[in-house]
């Protein structure tokens, strides 16, 4: 039986003292709200729900492949499903698994063997509770002596006794939603926090004789939620050595993985190699053989096999085959290196397309230009593509020699197996085959040091 999942982020996360919303707030290059969005999706949910209200224009874009709801006011958990009802009823949604936009590290396996628990037992409501050595600040789970589900109590309306507990809510449930909608309509707000709790609905479930099932998930680390920006980086590092640890037993080597930043969606083959200092985040894939790194940051980008990536940034880029580049290359957005090519020491390329085998190996930038193969640029050869109003292209056919320091204006178009001069400045297009070069003669002045040197005296 299907489920549908409902994420609650409308909340300001004051703790983060930020201008931007906690749940748009990134760990290994992903906003937390996304982790949890996708976790839903990859354990199969027929719809995703979001709850947003703080910083919507932020969040919004974050959750377009949802159905949104937008809670204005932040009247508590249960207030922001009272919002939502209308949709969830709207979609036939029966059974609803109810998660924090701030939880990033909740596995989809988990998600869903919530749903087959609470199905299997036939629950109402099922809450996925954890164990904590420090329970601060969580709403305490409250079980009777025989151990059976009583009622969960938010840290701030709790008892000295009930603060004893360990066993908290996670803010991971699932509901029948004809028991949830029921209930909501009689939350009360009559607690410290002055909110509408949705833990509530458990107690209420309860006191009309329907089933709660709540069970401790084995590792809390997976629920823990993110308040504040020391969390922010406790669970960084725990995605960090969750997705290392994945990767090294896949096949890749990770010389020293507490300084290698890999996302979530990132795929390596096996016999990668990521040397210290790296960063690939987005949807980055490299294939088998190929060394990133050291000091190399890669977003959004397709690596080939048997690739070289040293001390060098690549974003929305992609490398065939056997591409080298660095140290100190930097690819942009837009740039194909194909298979055998290389972009050297202080290389800037953006929207370009560099044929096979093709070297671009000291000191350029290249700009809207399409490459041949077997092209040699020589240091400092530079594609002038911008008029200062308008971006334009540069052609160089396959075979071309272009000597170094060259201006390429564009838009200019080099036949194949064009030789241009070192030091030219090429403004009109070169045919096939042909020289090129612009070079004023050369002037010695000979005996010129010594009449220089009397000048001064
Ligand atoms: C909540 C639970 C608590 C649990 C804890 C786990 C309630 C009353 N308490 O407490 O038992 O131990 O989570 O982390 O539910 N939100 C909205 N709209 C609102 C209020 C909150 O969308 O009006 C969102 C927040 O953005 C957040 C989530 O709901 O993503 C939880 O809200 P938060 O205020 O953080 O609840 P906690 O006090 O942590
Ligand atoms: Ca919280």
Redesign the pocket.
Known sequence: MGFSTL???????TRMKSEKP??AHEILGKPLLRWVIDAARQAGADEVFT????GRGTTVPLAADTTIVI?D????????LQIARSSLEAAGVETLVVL????PLLRSETIRSLVDEHLRAAAAVSVLTMCLDDPT????VIRNAQGAFLR?????DASDEELETAE?????YCFDTANLFKMLGELKNNNR?G??????VAALTLSAGNTVNAFCAEDARE?A?I?DRVQLAQTTAEAQRRINTRHMLNGVTITEPTSAWIGPDVVLANDVEILPLTTLTGKTSVDWGSVIGPMSRVNNSVIGKSCVVDDSVMIDAVLEDKVSIGPRAYLRPGTIMRTGSRAGTHVEIKKSDIGPNSKVPHLSYIGDTQIGENVNLGAGTITCNYDGVNKHATVIGSGCFVGSDTMLVAPVTLGDNVIIGAGSVITRDVPAGALALTRPEQVIKEDWKRKEAKSHD
């Open positions: 994420v609650l982020a409308a909340g300001a996360g906690k749940v709850v947003l209200g703080h809670q006011e932040q009247l508590g958990t249960g207030h922001a924090s936009g701030d939880t600040g969580y709403g305490r969960i109590v938010e840290h701030k908290v809510n996670s803010g991971v926090q909110e509408f709790y949705l833990t509530d629920l939620g308040n």
